[in-house]
């Protein structure tokens, strides 16, 4: 900043921002041009009609259609083997008439001919570096999946598809689904009936990676089954798509149709069963103290064991050859999940809440020994601390239940009413004392709330999650860490940041990234483009954008204008702005359809006051200036303090009226000129010079440089010589005339030192070290380091002693394991 008190004419025509002095920088149609940047969504939206209108909600005439299921299914634990008696109801409320309908096979992709398999490139089959030009390397986990395939055949095996005479179908497989072919068109308002019977091997989940299957621990020689999308399923019917006709690639989630499950489980007669819906037979499946113990836990203050950790290690230990039946019934739900394992430990608390409908929730956790302590002292807890804050952002909890049962060591999984989550302590070796770190203690609170939060995203508000990742996984990140601030202070959401907006800037700094709006199956780095970005969108666009208030308002509107229904992502754009009155398009533009980040500098502060334009005052004060401006030379100075003296000091003789008056001696040619000019303002002209003048206020023009490209509000930090500061948001409309180059005019009465951007961290601005001016020095500590000694002593290596054992490398979990040594085959 510079500190120049210059003298300028008062331009009465000053707009309050004065444009670019850098526009040539903005091409016509190129990043930066404000006609891109500020357009309208219109050319890119779907044109709105009578399912779903222009302000973003269901249309007049909106439809779903709906599938009904009853299911008899048998677990086989000595064959890990699925086998079912499956009949469907689907109900046509299109405007439609339909020749044939569809199933999704998903357990067909882990098939050995699926497109999702033959399709796999080496960095996804699990290799730990991307192959291309990085050198080969193979995991101990990759090449274990590889031998699980090996060794088991999976996939559905489906008997023939009668309806409901009894009538076979013909039918046509396609990867994961296949074509029902009706005998006569099913009409809109009508209904048909499919019966049949399949069976299905289960997969090995920590072989194989699933979103289900069964987890075998060896110590104990015991298993725990949690199945997920485990029977074949009607693919969806929409007015946007018709039938959804993406196949299942892994990535690309499941799109569903809402419906009422009938769901009859058979399993060891030890086994506890958790399942989505509630159970229509505790009298035949639990015992009198376990129905008590349910009971007290409705009323209670915390987490009541139904079955505590000594009943289920003693269960375990057990085993039987009889079976037992748990019935479980749902209403208006879209998927059905369950687990079952005699290791369970159980716990339950009642939710009540503000809701006629729904007034009492069940809150449950099964989990095995290997998850203690930390499950029985956070799962449910977790399950209803997210029930409360997500029902403050959407709707009451509509389920009579809400279940997080743990699975596997880590990630998670959500089902209607039921979650899998992960994370275990650590039982260490040799002594058996369980630790755990705190990324493991975070990290299950953390994947309980997302996974529960599933429940309404995309559970209830049903966003197609085969087409955008980011409908229910961003939305939700969004809500999780919102619900994670109020579990505690600075909770580790992001590993050790705890704000997703200084997470997000490194990864939308990088090259290899695809937009938001990018198909499910086509994203690359996953985890940032369909969670933490859009979350960080979001909470920029509550704090910084439109302020709680709006977006909280329009952000509920979404959620109870699309509850049970399929919102697309338009009508998540067009809500948001229909309910706030804020148009978003450049927002949405920028974070959603462009991979630009978010970096302003504050580049340069001029400091003025207003000029009296009067010579007697203002002549002295250039003189000051220019002698700023242009100092006089080093060599006169020089010569000066060496005594030399010049000719005209020599010779006095040589003055004249030149060397008494330098330009800015005032004249009265100069004084007339000033009376002139001020005998020609007009009368309002002069008061506003007179009063500017006595006010002596400071004008200051405020350079910002635009180098990210994502177009952002400027919220500032406007610190003043007396210590003072003052907080102005500059709307992001400020970019819409040059999106790369503004100037602000700030008029104060105080006297400016520094002007400092996103200084409370609301924009998600990557580079911080510009956001001030003037700049900042940051003090920080530099560690002095010793160089290595890289040199390999074979000499001494061959002294050293061998050791007793050869020690035998242990494979690793899927997740970060460790290489398999490959070597060239000889030639
Ligand atoms: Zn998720």
Redo the contacts with the bound molecule.
Sequence with gaps: MKYLIAAVALAFNLSLVSHATDSSKVIKGMPGDPDKLFAQLETLLPTPGVTRTASGAPGAQYWQQRADYRIRVTLDEKRNRLSAKQSITYMNRSPDTLNYIWLQLDQNIFRDDSIARRSEVAANAGTRRDTVGSGDSLSFAAMRRHQAFEDRKYGYEIGPIRDASGRVLETTANDTMMRIDLREPLRPGTSIEVNFEWQSNIVDEAAIGARGGYEYFPKSNTYQYFLAQWFPRLVAYTDYTGWQHKQFLDRGEFTLEFGDYDIEITVPADHIVASTGVLQNPDSVLTTEQRVRLKQAETAKKPVFIVTPEEALANEKEGTSRVRTWRFKAKNIRDFAWASSRKYIWDAMGYRQDDVKRPFVLAMSFYPNEGEPIWSKYSTHAVIHTMGVYSRFSFPYPYPVAISVNSWERG?M?YPMITFNGYRPTADEKTGKVTYSRNTKYGLIGVII??VG?IYFPMIVNSDERLWTWM??GL??FLEYLAELEWEENFPTFGDKTNVLDFITGYMQSTDQVPIMTNSDTIVQFGPNA?SKPAAALAVLREAVMGRELFDHAFREYSNRWKFKRPTPADFFRTMEDASGVDLDWFWRGWFYGTDHVDVAVRDIREYQVSTQDPDVEFPLKRQEFAASWPESYSQRQNRAEGLTTRVDRYPELKDFYNENDQFTVTNKDRNEFKDFREKLRDWEREVLDRAIKAGEYVYFVDFRNIGGLVTPLPLTLTYADGSTEEYAVPAEVWRYNAVDVTKLFVRKKRLVSVELDRKHLIADADKTNDITPRRIEPSRVELFRGRDRDRNQMLDALAELKGEPKVEKPEGAAGGKDLPLQPVAK
Excluded: A, K, L
């Design positions: 998670g959500e997302h996974e599933h229910d996984e939700n990140t969670y």
